[in-house]
């Protein structure tokens, strides 16, 4: 696996993910059997990537204008795993959310560490601090 062919599949599968394809695009990226895990309120119970691909999915719902911004984009070959800071904004202007539409918006940093196992991505692990967004948003305190 060449670093070139790492931080293609890498990329392809981030921008899949942050622009709410779900599962059905994000997986030609991904095993089968692709484990998740994130110590962040909101995700804390999810423990495969089809199900987060789909939760961020389903927050182009509440979230219509969602989009990121990569800010670093590296490769570890020693740990064969990418490492991705990206910045989330977003507003509460669609249906959906815990609450009615609160017109607020968040701007949150957030890193991805994917691993990947023959050239596709057996785990993903996001650090995200969820509840400064979700305060951010008014859906939390």
């Known amino acids: 696996m060449t670093t070139e ?5 890498a990329r392809a599968f981030f921008d ?3 622009t709410g394809r779900g599962w059905s695009e ?4 991904c ?3 692709a484990t998740f895990a994130a ?4 995700l804390a119970e999810m423990t495969t990537l089809a199900e987060y691909t789909e ?3 389903d927050m182009f719902t509440p979230l219509p204008d969602a989009s990121y911004s990569v800010r670093s984009f590296a490769f570890d070959p020693e740990r064969n795993n990418v490492c991705v800071y990206a910045v989330f904004t977003g507003s509460h202007t669609g249906d ?4 009615p539409p609160t017109g ?4 949150t940093d957030y890193v991805y560490v994917m691993e990947l196992d023959d050239g596709r991505i057996s785990h993903l692990t996001k650090i995200w601090n969820a509840g400064w967004a979700l305060r951010e948003l008014g859906w939390g305190e």
């Open 104 to 107: 607020r918006s968040t701007r």
């Open 31 to 33: 095993r089968p059997d």
């Open 26 to 29: 994000c997986s030609a990226f």
């Open 39 to 42: 110590q962040a309120e909101p």
């Open 96 to 99: 959906g959310g815990p609450v």
């Open 5 to 9: 062919s790492v931080a293609t599949t």
């Open 16 to 18: 899949a993910c942050e």
């Open 55 to 57: 939760w961020m999915k």
